[in-house]
């Protein structure tokens, strides 16, 4: 509390003033019609760079609004095809260019050029082209107004050459016309800025300018004109590929689904075409994905979903139209609350759902194979911003062996898939409006599978912001939702009973069970105020899901039943002095509660973030939460109360810029329910120009006095429970270490040619002990087995099994409760390389291997050298994937 009221009063009596001018930056650049041919080779030999270019580049970083230290000047010309950019970098110390090698998107710092471009001219999205001074290229599009809000999976088909001269370096790059959307006119305006990084200085110098303390980006570009009578071309592109594939795998004697080694060719394509100047059509018919990178390896011992971010390139480029409920704000403060993604593209391609019955040997298919997709983006309607994707999954089946008979369930019915989205801001960017929808239908050929899977789902939403005064000072942004999803008696009986709804917990007087429904509808939403200029921050946000909201066939979301907000505050001294280059302090109050008025969640925070004058960060943070009652706890059980606690840790990060990187992350939790301890470090390394390696070791130490114990009958029905409503809920202490690390390694042997590997080992174990029964609602008190009368064995049986046995009364009457022991040690490995050859612009060539190993016993002891024997003793699954594309445009 002390640290708080100390931050408080620092803010209220700290005023520093702002010195310095605002820089007069271009307005206007022209571009030029060619009338000889460029050679993109990097050399500025061509007539077109012997005029005047531009050379008004002012600094962001370190001396905002100064001049940039090295001369550079660039050009801009064009013909029917393509954009030209010419750029020369001085620089006076040309021995000291930072030209690092890496992948293509792949950013390790170190002098750079850029052009931004706003072709709509819409002062909100634009494209972005970089390349390295060691010609690596860079793409993407920035949206929202804001320089840190980028999509870098965007891949277009341009060129860029560069070349280290005496004196500095130059660059050339051939943007064609089709890779960026415009409307036809006779003569254009677009706006365009130029950026120019300087690695060992630290400098960023740009022809746009955003003072500290304000907002906007793509709004302040300067106007390119010049460009005439050039027509949007067709825009037509067709990549097939074919792929092979050999798996070899760790397999059971007799299994007649694996013998150890399978071979499987494949084929598909992708294609884009334009439809008209301003709409563009994204498809792939049998798409494949075995060039991108795996998921990392997770012990989750909560009753929530893992959520994995997407890596498919399809659902990665020109997704920014789909984000939803971001528009307007730049800056959204979240405490205890994850904001439901509205469209999860990973329900795409899903593994199946339906479990299997009894048997010997089971082949299940690992995802849902995509037979096809579509995505339309582009702008109708003077100027509304849509985007529509529809895509169809395969019907799945496992095949299973029962005493040596084979046969197929269907484990995922065929599937359709749409997703639509239209957005539009007006007022120079003041007011914004969106909608979404989202719609999932299942075609069932096996009436198994509806008790596993929604039939419909179907989800509408609006959003959009608005200013509150005519700078922009302060934002509303906002979304709200609504849900309705369909299925069999016995799909939304277990919907209403599973997580994240739990309608059974018997002390929710406002949920109750519909075991007749075949539908269940829902809605949620959130409303943030931000102030977005100046030093004094302020945000706050206001959000709710009501009980009965799903989102989970197209969406994902971790909790019902909330309603939340917060208030924060803050301020920072961003004018860098001999001391720190910027200092933020932070101050919240945060709260949660369900639909009844049960807070699960109030508390304090604060944060500090302290950056040097050589760029090393640090950040500390610390809360106080308040006595409150947790209501997932129990799994759809009574409310179980929640101590007061605390939390602390801190983060620190050096220069990213530099050949070395170290980041230090550190998480505490405090509380009469336990404690937990969370330690990451990472260290990159750059020996070379084309290579970085970096290590991230994890190590996490959690002892808990409330851990549910996983088990098919927990909890236990017994009509003597009466404090509990019928039921028992066993809990136990926890004993949880895990120790892990992320290993990746990237090494450019040429701006096309690279090689990129990831390994991540982990150990994990789980010591349950003191078992024990939830005793009453409301309270944090449980009744330990073995004491006061009840009883507990714990038994070890010859072929290695291990069942502990609970008696709530001992020689009572109450029935004793059995269950496997719930002790375990995990060991896994999980890694994959990926050489990838772009032999010509658009077609690549990929040679990819891909090994786990996995194993799981029943021990709960932590122990690293044992561990580590076990993982090399493993039998590995190996597989092994080459990729060919080739790319077709016109």
Same mark, same amino acid.
């Given at each position: 509390m002390?640290?708080?009221?100390c931050?408080l009063?620092?803010?209220?009596?700290?005023?520093?003033?702002?010195?310095?001018?605002?820089?007069?930056?271009?307005?206007n650049?022209?571009?030029?019609?060619?009338?000889?041919t460029i050679?993109?080779?990097?050399i500025?030999?061509?007539t077109?760079?012997?005029?005047a270019?531009?050379?008004e580049?002012?600094?962001?970083?370190?001396?905002?609004?100064q001049p940039v230290?090295?001369?550079t000047?660039v050009?801009?010309?064009?013909d029917?095809a393509?954009?030209?950019i010419?750029?020369?970098?001085?620089?006076?110390h040309?021995d000291?260019i930072e030209?690092?090698?890496?992948?293509?998107?792949?950013?390790?710092?170190?002098?750079?050029?850029?052009?931004?471009i706003?072709s709509?001219?819409d002062?909100?999205i634009?494209?972005?082209f970089?390349?390295?001074?060691a010609?690596?290229?860079f793409?993407?599009?920035?949206?929202?107004?804001?320089?840190?809000?980028?999509?870098?999976?965007?891949?277009?088909?341009?060129?860029?050459?560069?070349?280290?001269?005496?004196?500095?370096?130059?660059?050339?790059?051939?943007i064609p016309f089709s890779?960026?959307?415009?409307?036809?006119?006779e003569?254009y305006?677009w706006?365009i800025a130029?950026?120019?990084?300087?690695?060992?200085?630290k400098?960023?110098?740009?022809?746009?300018y955003?003072?500290?303390?304000?907002s906007?980006f793509?709004?302040?570009?300067?106007?390119?004109?010049?460009?005439?009578?050039?027509?949007?071309?067709?825009?037509?592109?067709?990549?097939p590929?074919?792929?092979?594939?050999?798996?070899?795998?760790?397999?059971?004697?007799?299994d007649?689904f694996n013998?150890?080694?399978?071979?499987?060719?494949?084929?598909g394509i992708?294609?884009?075409?334009?439809?008209g100047?301003?709409?563009?059509?994204d498809?792939?018919?049998n798409?494949?994905?075995?060039q991108v990178?795996?998921?990392?390896?997770?012990?989750?011992?909560s009753?929530?979903?893992?959520y994995?971010?997407e890596?498919?390139p399809?659902f990665?480029?020109g997704?920014?139209?789909?984000?939803?409920g971001?528009?307007?704000v730049t800056?959204?403060?979240?405490?205890?609350?994850?904001n439901?993604?509205i469209?999860y593209?990973?329900r795409?391609?899903?593994?199946?759902?339906?479990g299997?019955?009894?048997? /010997? !040997?089971? #082949?299940?298919p %690992? *995802?849902t194979?995509?037979l096809?997709? $579509?995505?339309l983006?582009?702008?109708?309607? @003077? =100027?509304?911003?849509?985007g529509?994707?529809?895509?169809v999954?395969?019907?799945?089946y496992?095949?299973?062996?029962?005493?040596?008979v084979?046969?197929?369930?269907?484990?995922?019915?065929?599937?359709?898939y749409?997703?639509?989205?239209?957005?539009? /801001? !007006?007022n #120079?960017?003041? %007011? *914004?409006?969106?909608?979404?929808?989202? $719609?999932a239908?299942r075609?069932?050929k096996d @009436? =198994?599978?509806?008790s596993?899977?929604?039939?419909?789902?179907?989800?509408?939403?609006?959003?959009?912001w608005t200013?509150l005064d005519?700078a922009?000072?302060?934002?509303?942004?906002?979304?709200?939702?609504?849900?309705?999803v369909?299925?069999s008696?016995?799909?939304?009986?277990?919907l %209403?009973?599973?997580?994240?709804?739990?309608?059974?917990?018997?002390?929710?007087?406002?949920l109750?069970?519909?075991?007749?429904?075949t539908?269940m509808?829902g809605?949620?939403?959130?409303?943030?105020?931000?102030?977005e200029?100046?030093r004094?921050?302020?945000?706050?946000?206001f959000?709710?899901?009501?009980?009965?909201?799903?989102l989970?066939?197209?969406?994902?979301?971790?909790?019902?039943?909330?309603?939340?907000?917060?208030?924060a505050t803050g301020?920072?001294?961003?004018?860098?002095?001999?001391?720190?280059?910027?200092i933020?302090?932070?101050l919240?109050?945060?709260?949660s509660?369900d639909?009844?008025?049960?807070y699960?969640?109030?508390?304090?925070?604060g944060?500090?973030n302290?950056?040097?004058?050589n760029?090393?960060?640090?950040?500390?943070?610390y809360?106080?939460?308040f006595e409150?009652?947790?209501n997932?706890?129990t799994?759809?059980?009574?409310?179980?109360?929640k101590?007061?606690?605390y939390?602390?840790?801190?983060?620190?990060?050096?220069?990213?810029?530099?050949?070395?990187?170290?980041?230090?992350?550190?998480?505490?939790?405090?509380?009469?329910?336990?404690t937990?301890?969370?330690?990451?470090?990472?260290?990159?390394?750059?020996?070379?120009?084309?290579?970085?390696?970096?290590i991230?070791?994890?190590?996490?130490y959690?002892?808990?006095k409330?851990?549910?114990?996983?088990?098919?009958n927990n909890?236990?029905?017994?009509?003597l429970?009466?404090?509990?409503y019928?039921?028992r809920y066993?809990?136990s202490?926890?004993?949880?270490?895990?120790?892990?690390?992320?290993i990746?390694?990237?090494?450019?042997?040429?701006?096309t040619?690279?090689l990129?590997m990831?390994?991540?080992?982990?150990?994990?174990?789980?010591?349950?002990?003191?078992?024990?029964e939830?005793a009453r609602?409301?309270?944090?008190?449980?009744n330990?087995?073995g004491?006061?009368?009840s009883?507990?064995?714990d038994?070890?049986?010859?072929?290695?099994s291990?069942?502990?046995?609970?008696?709530?009364?001992?020689?009572?009457p109450?029935?004793?409760?059995?269950?496997?022991?719930?002790?375990?040690?995990?060991?896994?490995?999980?890694?994959?390389?990926?050489l990838?050859w772009?032999?010509?612009?658009?077609s690549?060539?990929y040679?990819?291997?891909?090994?786990?190993r996995?194993?799981?016993?029943?021990?709960?002891?932590?122990?690293?050298k044992?561990?580590?024997d076990r993982?090399?003793?493993?039998?590995?699954?190996?597989i092994?994937?080459?990729?060919l594309?080739?790319?077709?445009?016109?």
């Open positions: 002390r640290l708080i009221f931050s009063l620092i803010i209220i009596v700290v005023n520093i003033p702002v010195n310095g001018a605002v820089p007069e930056f271009i307005k650049i022209g571009a030029v019609r060619l009338t000889e050679q993109v080779d990097g500025l030999s061509e077109t760079y012997r005029r270019g531009v050379k580049f002012y600094q962001q970083n370190p001396d905002q609004g230290t090295e001369e000047e050009w801009v010309a064009y029917d393509a954009l030209y010419g750029a020369l970098m001085k620089d006076t040309p000291s030209a690092r090698l890496s992948r293509r998107d792949n950013d390790v710092g170190g002098d750079k050029f850029a052009v931004a706003d709509y001219h002062k909100r634009g494209y972005y970089i390349i390295s001074a010609g690596t290229l793409d993407g599009i920035l949206y929202n107004d804001d320089y840190d809000q980028s999509d870098g999976s965007w891949n277009a088909v341009w060129e860029g050459k560069q070349q280290l001269l005496t004196d500095g370096w130059s660059a050339e790059m051939r890779q960026l959307r415009f409307e036809e006119k003569n305006t706006g130029f950026l120019r990084w300087i690695g060992r200085k400098e960023e110098s740009f022809t746009v955003t003072p500290r303390n304000e906007g793509i709004s302040r570009f300067s106007e390119l004109t010049g460009i005439e009578n050039i027509t949007p071309p067709s825009r037509f592109e067709m990549t590929y074919m792929t092979g594939r050999a798996d070899y795998l760790d397999h059971e004697s007799g007649p013998s150890g080694s399978k071979y499987k060719p494949d084929f992708d294609f884009k075409f334009g439809l100047s301003n709409l563009t059509v498809g792939a018919i798409p494949d994905f075995g990178e795996v998921d990392p390896a997770v012990v989750n011992l009753d929530q979903e893992t994995f971010g890596k498919r399809f990665l480029e997704m920014n139209i789909f984000s939803f971001y528009g307007g800056s959204y403060w979240t405490f205890n609350w994850s439901p993604n469209f593209s990973r795409i391609g899903r593994a199946p759902t339906r299997l019955p009894d048997n /010997d !040997f089971s #082949e299940t %690992q *995802g194979r995509i096809g997709a $579509a995505k983006t582009g702008k109708v309607l @003077d =100027g509304w911003n849509i529509i994707i529809e895509a999954t395969n019907r799945e496992a095949q299973i062996a029962k005493t040596g084979k046969s197929e369930v269907e484990v995922e019915p065929l599937s359709s749409t997703i639509a989205r239209i957005q539009r /801001d !007006f #120079e960017g003041k %007011q *914004g409006i969106g909608l979404l929808a989202t $719609a239908h075609f069932f @009436d =198994g599978v509806k596993a899977v929604n039939s419909d789902a179907f989800i509408g939403g609006l959003d959009g200013a005519s922009k000072e302060y934002m509303i942004s906002g979304w709200t939702v609504f849900s309705h369909a299925g008696k016995e799909r939304m009986l277990d %209403q009973q599973g997580w994240p709804h739990y309608f059974e917990r018997p002390d929710a007087s406002h109750s069970i519909d075991s007749s429904a539908s509808s809605y949620a939403g959130r409303f943030t105020l931000n102030k200029k100046g004094v921050m302020l945000n706050s946000a959000a709710f899901i009501s009980p009965g909201f799903e989970n066939d197209l969406g994902y979301f971790t909790r019902t039943d909330i309603i939340n907000y917060h208030i301020y920072k001294w961003n004018e860098p002095t001999d001391y720190y280059r910027k933020e302090q932070f919240a109050y945060f709260a509660s639909f009844r008025g049960n699960t969640v109030r508390g304090l925070w944060r500090t302290y950056q040097f004058t760029y090393i960060t640090l950040g500390l943070y809360d106080y939460i409150r009652v947790d997932q706890k799994r759809g059980g009574p409310l179980v109360l101590p007061a606690a939390e602390y840790g801190f983060e620190f990060y050096t220069d990213n810029r530099n050949d070395y990187i170290g980041e230090v992350y550190y998480y505490t939790y405090h509380g009469k329910d336990g937990n301890r969370d330690l990451e470090l990472y260290l990159t390394m750059r020996p070379s120009s084309s290579v970085s390696v970096t991230g070791p994890g190590y996490a959690n002892t808990l409330s851990q549910w114990v996983e088990s098919s909890p236990f029905s017994d009509p429970a009466v404090s509990t019928g039921k066993i809990f202490d926890l004993n949880y270490k895990e120790l892990s690390a992320q990746r390694v990237n090494w450019t042997l040429t701006p040619l690279s990129q990831f390994v991540q080992p982990l150990f994990a174990t789980g010591d349950y002990t003191n078992f024990k939830f609602p409301r309270t944090f008190d449980f330990v087995f004491k006061n009368g009883s507990f064995a038994s070890i049986f010859g072929d290695g291990r069942k502990i046995y609970l008696d709530p009364d001992g020689s009572g109450a029935s004793v409760i059995s269950m496997d022991h719930p002790n375990f040690s995990r060991v896994s490995l999980r890694g994959n390389a990926v990838r772009e032999y010509m612009p658009g690549t060539l040679f990819v291997w891909t090994q786990s996995y194993e799981k016993v029943l021990d709960g002891a932590f122990n690293v044992n561990s580590l993982l090399g003793n493993i039998e590995a699954d190996n092994f994937m080459i990729k594309t080739y790319w077709l445009g016109m």
